[in-house]
């Protein structure tokens, strides 16, 4: 009972933010152009709205950065990267890319995480090196099915 005394002064989270859709579609595009493997459109619109939350200027900074890359006709980041003035510009691109692949967007305590299995820092070595975790059979290993027990001795 004493919880619901909390509620009305927790704060707003980045997931109670709405995000147009052209927005969201502008953000997957650039996130395509600058991270070229399939990227999962759940995580990119919780690391959208958590990014448009934490940086009012980042609609603005992907529409830009669009433009830059749609003047070079590009398909892949080494397109148009290099055509990014230093600067703010840079440092969205930057920090869009470093959220796919840590999963948060600040390295803090505390931070949100928005993909812990998906995070793309773990894709190129997947086949190899195993996700740290403490469940035994891997990332979400507590939401798989046991293996069923072998029959019981009758004594």
Do not use: C
Not at 5 to 14: E, H, K, Q, R, Y
Not at 108 to 116: H, I, L, M, P, T
Request: aromatic letters at 8%; glycine letters at 6%.
């Amino acid at each position: 009972m004493g919880g619901f005394a909390v509620l009305p002064t927790l704060a707003v989270s980045s997931s109670d933010v709405a995000l147009p859709d052209e927005s969201l579609a502008q953000f997957m595009e650039i996130s395509s152009l600058l991270i070229q493997h399939q990227l999962d459109p759940g995580i990119g619109k919780r690391l959208a709205i958590a990014m448009t939350a934490a940086n009012a200027s980042l609609s603005g900074h992907i529409t830009e950065l669009l433009a830059i890359a749609r003047k070079k006709n590009a398909t892949v980041v080494e397109d148009f990267f290099p055509d990014v003035p230093v600067g703010p510009l840079k440092e969205t691109a930057l920090s869009i890319i470093s959220a796919w692949y840590l999963g948060v967007l600040t390295d803090a305590s505390g931070a949100e995480v928005f993909a812990y299995e998906f995070a793309l820092m773990y894709q190129p070595t997947v086949d190899v090196m195993t996700i740290p975790t403490y469940a035994k059979s891997g990332p979400n290993g507590w939401n798989a099915d046991a293996p069923p027990l072998s029959d019981m001795p009758k004594f």
